[in-house]
């Protein structure tokens, strides 16, 4: 989309923390539920395969960094929650975690799995209003790449 957006300079990285430390202690790991914590979008995401198949759905909660770095990156940290809705393989999709990445303008790009870049589910897209759709892709090593598309409307 825009280059490794999740690979951000030291002092993004170190506002993603703050900013995923904060997250944390509001208490995401309740999911939507829960209520969104201040200052966060709360999406119910829907991840589709290369069909148009609904292939997961779940929850995704991104905190973006108040501030950005020179070339107008914010950090994004976060939490998401997906349920597997078919036999497809999606890859580490399916099961809940901590998310990473960046945003510029009206795009958003996270990892699914930030601490395994090459195991992990990227989404890709652009926020439009309430909505956030673009790509999801899993490259893994020993495997073809898969992808597909999601929609995620904010709750």
């Known amino acids: 989309m825009w280059g490794r957006p999740w690979a951000i300079g030291r002092r993004a990285h170190a506002a993603a923390l703050v900013v995923l430390g904060a997250v944390l202690a509001v208490g995401c790991d309740g999911g939507i539920d829960a209520g969104c914590p201040e200052g966060a979008a709360c999406y119910?995401?829907?991840?589709?395969d290369d069909?148009?198949?609904?292939?997961?759905?779940?929850?995704?909660?991104?905190?973006?960094?108040?501030?950005?770095?020179a070339d107008g990156v914010r950090a994004v940290s976060g939490t998401w929650r997906f349920d597997r809705l078919t036999s497809t393989d999606v890859g580490p999709q399916v099961g809940a975690g901590l998310l990473a990445g960046a945003a510029r303008g009206d795009?958003?790009?996270?990892?699914?799995?930030?601490d395994a870049p090459s195991r992990s589910v990227e989404l890709a897209g652009v926020v439009r209003g309430d909505r956030w759709e673009g790509l999801w892709t899993?490259?893994?090593?020993?495997?073809?790449?898969?992808?597909?598309?999601f929609e995620a409307v904010r709750d």
């Not at 997961?56 to 909660?61: D, E, I, M």
């Not at 795009?107 to 930030?114: G, I, K, N």
């Not at 899993?138 to 598309?149: C, F, I």
């Open 138 to 149: 899993w490259a893994p090593d020993d495997a073809p790449p898969r992808s597909g598309t």
């Open 107 to 114: 795009r958003l790009a996270v990892l699914l799995t930030p």
């Open 51 to 69: 069909g148009g198949v609904p292939v997961v759905r779940g929850t995704v909660v991104v905190q973006v960094a108040p501030t950005a770095d």
């Open 44 to 48: 119910l995401y829907e991840g589709l």
